[in-house]
C-alpha cells in the first residue's frame, strides 16, 4: 500500500551548518502529522527537467502538530539544490511517513547511537521523544563531521546533556584544526569504548549515514564485538 501523500508548506528555512540546511515544513490541511520517530518522508520535488522524489528522515520528534523539521545537506545534486533555494511559503506533496527505523519507547534499552553528518536526524528525533519518557534508558550519541564548522545542533545536544544524566554527547571529527582537544578520526574507531561504556549486556546500536560509515560500523559490531544482529539497527542515505 502506498503512503499517504499530502502537501506541504514551507515555513522557516535557515543553516544548520554552511552545508546543511534546516527546513520547517506545515501540512498545508493543518492535519497532526502522525509519524514515529526515526521514519522518513518522501519529498515530489517540482524541478523544470521534471518531477523528483527523494527521502528526509524527520529530524523532530513526533508533537502532534501539523509541523516537521528536515535537515538537507546540500550535494551538489539536484535535490538537495532545489530545497537549499526552497523559500518559505512555497508548496511540495509529501509522501509519508514511512521506515522502520524506530526505537520502541515502551521497552527501550541503553543505546549508542552512530551517525555522520545529517545521519544525525532520525536519531535527534529518537532522542528528543525518549528524553520525554518518564524512565529514559541511557543514550550516547556519536556525532562524526569533518570539522568543527560541521557539527549540526552541537550546542542543542550540548544543552540537553547538561540536563539529562541519561543522554551523553560525543563529537568526533576527522579534519578538525589543531585547536580541537576532543575526539578525532572516524565513528568507528570510538564505538567499542562508547558501546562497552553502556554496559554492553542489552545495548542497542542505531547507525545512521552513508553506506559506507554504516556498513563498517555493521561490520565491527558483528566481526570485531561479536554483537547479534537483532540489536544492530540501521538506515542508509545512499
Ligand atoms: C531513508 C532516507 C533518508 C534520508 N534522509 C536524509 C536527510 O535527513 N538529510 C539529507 O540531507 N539526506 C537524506 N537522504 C538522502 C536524500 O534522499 C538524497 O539522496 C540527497 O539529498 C541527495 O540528493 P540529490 O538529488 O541532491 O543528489 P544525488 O545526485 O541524488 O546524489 C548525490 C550524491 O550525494 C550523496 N548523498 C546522499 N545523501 C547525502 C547526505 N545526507 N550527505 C552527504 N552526501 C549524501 C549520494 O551518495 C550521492 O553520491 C536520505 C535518504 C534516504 C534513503
Known amino acids: ?3 499517504p501523500c499530502f502537501p506541504i508548506r514551507l515555513l522557516r528555512s535557515g543553516p544548520l551548518t554552511p552545508n546543511v540546511r534546516e527546513l520547517v515544513f506545515e501540512r498545508v490541511d493543518l492535519a497532526p502529522f502522525v509519524f514515529e520517530a526515526g521514519q522518513w518522508v518522501n519529498l515530489v520535488l517540482p524541478l523544470p527537467s521534471g518531477e523528483l522524489r527523494r527521502a528526509y528522515s524527520i529530524a523532530s520528534a513526533p508533537d502532534g502538530t501539523p509541523r516537521f523539521e528536515l535537515a538537507v545537506t546540500n550535494t551538489g545534486g539536484p535535490g538537495s539544490t532545489y530545497l537549499h533555494g526552497l523559500r518559505p511559503g512555497a508548496e511540495l506533496e509529501a509522501m509519508g511517513p514511512q521506515g522502520f527505523f524506530t526505537r520502541p519507547l515502551s521497552a527501550a534499552t541503553p543505546s549508542l547511537f552512530v551517525a555522520t553528518g545529517t545521519g544525525v536526524t532520525p536519531l535527534r528525533s529518537m532522542l528528543l521523544s525518549a528524553l520525554g519518557a518518564s524512565h529514559p534508558a541511557p543514550i550516547t550519541l556519536l ?9 549540526l545542533y552541537e550546542s542543542a545536544f550540548r544543552d540537553l546533556a547538561e540536563t539529562h544524566r541519561s543522554f551523553r554527547f560525543e563529537l568526533t571529527m576527522s579534519r578538525p584544526t589543531d585547536q580541537w582537544e576532543g575526539r578525532r578520526g572516524h565513528v568507528q574507531a570510538h564505538v567499542p569504548e562508547l558501546v562497552t561504556s553502556l554496559g554492553r549486556g542489552d545495548v542497542h546500536v542505531y547507525v545512521c549515514g552513508l553506506l ?4 563498517a560500523v555493521r561490520e565491527l559490531l558483528r566481526k570485531e564485538l561479536g ?7 540501521s538506515e542508509r542515505y545512499d
Open 1 to 3: 500500500m502506498l503512503p
Open 143 to 151: 556525532l562524526g563531521v569533518r570539522h568543527e564548522g560541521d557539527a
Open 212 to 215: 559506507r560509515m554504516v556498513g
Open 227 to 233: 554483537f547479534p544482529r537483532l540489536r544492530v539497527h
